[in-house]
Structures are given as C-alpha cells and as structure tokens.
C-alpha cells in the first residue's frame, strides 16, 4: 500500500511538470472508491497550478477548484507525453497539453474527486479530520507533546490512528519508536518530555529518510510511479522478530496491537 513518503515522492515525480498545464479533457474507467462529482469533460479548459499533498491525498490545484487523488491500496500515478489507450486497470486519465496523468489502480481503493472550491463539503470529508501533516511546520513539538497527554491510547495505537499525526503508518512507527527508545505499548500520556521529543524528531527523520530515498530513485522515473521508494527504508525493528538488533543484539520481539505486528527491541526499547 503507498504510505506518505511514496505519495510525497510521486508528487515530486510529476508536479514541476503539470504545473501551469491546461486540462484538455478526461476520461474514466470503472468506478473507484467514490464518484468524481463532475462529468469528466467539464473539467477541459482548467489550468493546474500546483500539485499539493495532505496525508496520503494529492490535490492537483486548478485556478479554479481541485482534484483530490489517492491511491488507495494499489493505485500508481504515471505522467507522461504519450499514453497507450486505457488498459483494464487504468480508471483515470486527465489530458493536458504537457502531457497524460493517469490512474492505474487493480484493486480500485483510489479515488478521484472534484472539489468545486476550497469549501465544498468532500474536503471536509475527506481532510478534515486529518492530524497534523509530519513533514510541514506544523507538525511543532508543543502540540505533538500536548496530543500525547490528552491520549489515553498506547504510543503506537495513537500513531497510527492518524488523528495526531497523519502518515505514520506501521513500518515508520515501529522505526521511530526504536530510534527514541520507546516500547510500543507505553500509554502515550506517560512518556517523559525527552522522550516525547526524541519521539517527534524520530518521526520527522524516519519519513524524511523515506523521502529522500524514494527521491534518490526519481530521476529514473518515466513515469510518476512512486512503487520505488518504499522499502529502501532499511529497517532496525519492522519486520526482524527474532533477529539481533543492530544496536544491542538482543533478538527482536514481536506483540499483536490491535491488528497489526509491533515489533521492537526488549533492550533500547525498554518502557
Ligand atoms: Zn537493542
């Protein structure tokens, strides 16, 4: 599934290149996770400003209105001059004159969705409830520490929840929370102030790292495929039960959270 560094790293695949394009027209395959909200023709004559990213959704700004895209589970973006005709996993295309972005998508989790304007109710829908965006300002250390006490949830519960923090999905909050020496179970509103803020750079690191090596693959890019940059990332706990920890050797352990597998090291990871 494309986390937030392979959104982000498919933005920049492609964003330079359509900004200031004119749409010349679009087309659908077969429906996604929900409607586009506009016939596909009305969007022609649309200029793109800039290509945006807010959690996993990239918002294509046009000079009026905008295109929310997200990937889903399966869904890659390419952008390129010239395009075969549409296969039977491409449920999206926007032409303009600088070239074709398009949507390939087997399992069809993505969508597509026209905002009218900055207040239509579906951004609301879609973003409103995200947290705060980890690679922006934003995300400051005097509210991450503030969401943190006001939880009752565990550390790696409330992470990946999304509603403090958005894009820290399972891999990247099991990497940060060895890199600060935080057990995944640990009840967030307990961890110290050091810790807390080891955390929040952890985080930051953890996803910027991911970036930066999808990003070292994007000059081989033809298209705007992010698929590449995911598990570049070389991980110190995800996905190592058993195996020696890079810092202290002790095997790494493995716990059920919710649904998912934490995995973290007994010894760094101590409380
Ligand atoms: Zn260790």
Same mark, same amino acid.
């Given at each position: 599934m494309p986390e937030l560094p392979e959104v982000e790293v498919t933005r920049r695949s492609f964003s330079g290149r359509i900004s200031g394009a004119a749409v010349l027209g679009a087309a659908l395959g077969k429906p996604l996770?929900?409607? &586009?909200?506009?016939?596909? %023709?009305?969007?022609?004559?649309r200029r793109v400003a800039d290509v945006e990213r807010r959690g996993k959704y990239l918002l294509l700004h046009m000079d009026q209105g905008l295109l929310l895209l997200h990937l889903g589970m399966s869904g890659s973006l390419s952008f390129s001059t010239e395009l075969p005709a549409m296969g039977p996993h491409d449920h999206f295309d926007l032409h303009t004159d600088r070239g074709h972005l398009r949507l390939h998508d087997p399992r069809r989790f993505g969508a597509v969705v026209w905002a009218p304007?900055?207040?239509?109710?579906v951004l609301h829908k879609l973003l409103g409830h995200l947290g705060m965006e980890p690679l922006s300002p934003a995300f400051s250390l005097a509210r991450f520490a503030a969401g943190l006490k006001a939880s009752r949830s565990s550390i790696k519960q409330l992470l990946l929840?999304?509603? &403090?923090?958005?894009?820290? %999905?399972n891999i990247y909050a099991s990497e940060a929370l060895f890199r600060a020496g935080?057990?995944?179970?640990?009840?967030a509103h307990r961890i110290g102030p050091v810790r807390v803020a080891r955390l929040h750079a952890a985080i930051g690191a953890v996803l910027e790292q991911a970036v930066s090596l999808g990003g070292s693959t994007l000059r081989d890019f033809q298209s705007a495929d992010g698929s590449a940059g995911h598990f570049q990332l070389s991980a110190n706990v995800y996905g190592r039960a058993g195996a020696p920890c890079h810092t202290c050797s002790a095997p790494i352990k493995m716990l059920r959270q919710g649904q998912r597998s934490s995995f973290y090291c007994p010894v760094c990871q101590r409380s």
């Open positions: 996770r929900w409607p &586009l909200g506009c016939e596909p %023709g009305s969007l022609a004559g304007d900055h207040g239509a109710p929840s999304g509603r &403090l923090v958005v894009g820290v %999905g935080i057990r995944p179970t640990a009840l």
